[in-house]
DNA sequence: CTAGGGTTAG
């Protein structure tokens, strides 16, 4: 039926426009009222609500219209699966990943490139990079022809695993090989190098990436705009952000929350506001980054009632909090000197099912330290199962100000001792001190030892 | 309809 065919085209394309706008009741809706006029829907309706589902409420609504469609006599494909396998590995469900590749298998449906794909990406994502090199391998195996797609995952993963070099080193042999690298390669590895805190090798592919010919697009700008400021480069930074909005790139809030964050972290406020007004003026919704960022602002500002404000603002358009969320609030909190509001929200966040979240406990240990209270801190550090460096930084720092050398030497010595990386100027702080207060032999002690630890951990 | 960029702690 050619005007039918036609007509479920149509139908698809409306519910992936709503869709993507996140709003999936309008989305059922239309799927209602096409079915009331004839218009029947066909696997890739579904398979886009399935999508949806999966992406935006759980993977339990996505699964009910996996039965739905069977119900209107319609198979799952393996595009179905595929989006139900990305879900439950974007939730981190391994085994759950690994059930529906069974499942979908059992139900003779042969797994595609994009399945191995996606299972090797879910790999990477729970910190599994044999497992996903294994899926690699077995890619190999097959009689398919890796995609770019492939690479891509791959060059991320590794880099996201801590392989930054491996990851240079698949994407210099991909390119003898033959391999004409696209702009999204180019933007992994230079995100990955970037995270890795390689700026000086992220340079260098970007500097490739130019005179390869290709055009950079929005995500190079805003991933290298990042790479600027991470690296202290703030007019650079901002030279990009002006080029990129000059060239007429679509301006998201990825570009304008990577702005407003550099400039709350280094303090400069006015044009951290600045662009906090210009984001609000491109009249786009906020998804919750853009909410996090912001409120971050408030927060840093020490306008604690704003910001709870936003949040208000933030729950009503229904966006649910994140731990970025909480870990800013909590900060917020502590850095307003509301340490019992930080302490108790930091109970919340848990009770919430935010289990283990690291930097919001940080915050709260800086926070009591600051507040005079380092016993207390000291007390929950001690009968806590996560710390990092960051956390015994908090505490010898905040225990050398406090004129407590011998304490802080001890607690640096157990940090160097686990491998954490702790800053030379809060090293020096502690030895400084001891030789001060009359402990010069410790100091010479705890010297020594920080060298074999160096020598050790190479940190 | 299925990968890549942005948000938190010294």
Redesign the pocket.
């Known amino acids: 039926m050619r005007f039918g065919g036609f007509s479920t085209r149509l139908l698809n394309i409306c519910i992936?426009s709503y869709c993507r706008a996140r709003n999936i009741e309008q989305a059922e809706v239309i799927l209602i009222d096409g079915i009331r006029l004839g218009v029947l829907p066909d696997v890739?309706t579904y398979?886009?609500l399935v999508?949806a589902y999966c992406k935006f409420v759980d993977l339990d609504a996505a699964y009910l219209i996996l039965g739905r469609m069977m119900e209107a006599g319609i198979s799952p494909d393996v595009?179905?699966y595929?989006?139900l396998i990305?879900g439950a590995s974007r939730r981190c469900l391994l085994l759950r990943t690994l059930d529906l590749f069974d499942e979908m298998c059992v139900r003779g449906i042969a797994p595609d490139l994009?399945s191995y794909?996606?299972l090797m990406?879910s790999f990477f994502k729970l910190g599994k990079p044999e497992e996903a090199n294994r899926v690699f391998q077995d890619i190999w195996s097959k009689d398919w022809l890796p995609c770019?797609?492939t690479y891509?995952?791959m060059i991320?993963g590794l880099c996201k695993n801590g392989y930054s070099e491996n990851a240079l080193r698949l994407f210099r042999t991909l390119q003898r090989r033959g391999f004409t690298p696209e702009?999204?390669t180019y933007?992994?590895l230079i995100?990955g190098l970037c995270?890795a805190e390689r700026l000086g090798a992220a340079r260098k592919i970007l500097q490739e990436l130019w005179l390869s010919g290709c055009q950079p697009?929005?995500?190079s700008?805003?991933?290298f705009m990042?790479c600027c400021f991470k690296s202290r480069k703030f007019n650079r930074g901002l030279e990009i952000f002006s080029e990129m909005k000059g060239k007429g790139y679509t301006f998201?809030?990825?570009?304008y929350?990577?702005v407003i964050?550099a400039f709350?972290?280094i303090g400069r406020m006015e044009e951290a506001c600045d662009f906090m007004g210009q984001m609000m003026d491109t009249g786009h919704s906020f998804?919750?980054?853009?909410y996090?960022?912001l409120i971050?602002l408030y927060c840093r500002q020490g306008k604690m009632e704003a910001a709870f404000q936003l949040l208000d603002e933030m729950e009503k358009e229904g966006w649910g909090c994140?731990?970025?969320t909480h870990?800013?609030l909590i900060?917020g909190l502590c850095k307003s000197g509301n340490i019992e509001g930080a302490l108790s929200h930091l109970q919340y966040m848990r009770a919430m099912g935010f289990g283990s979240?690291?930097?919001?406990f940080?915050?709260v240990i800086?926070g009591l330290c600051k507040a005079g209270f380092l016993d207390h801190a000291i007390t929950m550090f001690e009968t806590s199962e996560l710390k990092?460096?960051?956390t015994y930084?908090?505490l010898v720092?905040n225990l050398c100000k406090a004129r407590r050398f011998r304490n802080a030497s001890k607690l640096l010595l157990s940090c160097l001792r686990n491998g954490f990386?702790?800053?030379r100027s809060t090293q020096r702080a502690v030895l400084d001190g001891l030789r001060e207060s009359g402990f010069s032999s410790e100091a010479r002690k705890l010297q020594t030892k920080i060298y074999m630890a160096r020598l050790l951990h190479s940190i």
Request: glycine share 0%; charged share 15%.
């Open positions: 992936a890739v398979n886009t999508d595009v179905t595929n989006s990305a994009w794909n996606t990406h770019s797609d891509n995952i991320n702009v999204v933007n992994v995100n995270k697009n929005a995500y700008y805003t991933t990042k998201d809030s990825f570009a929350c990577t964050a709350v972290k998804d919750i980054v853009s996090n960022t971050n994140d731990v970025y870990t800013i900060n979240d690291l930097v919001a940080n915050c800086d990092d460096a960051y930084t908090s720092h990386k702790i800053p």
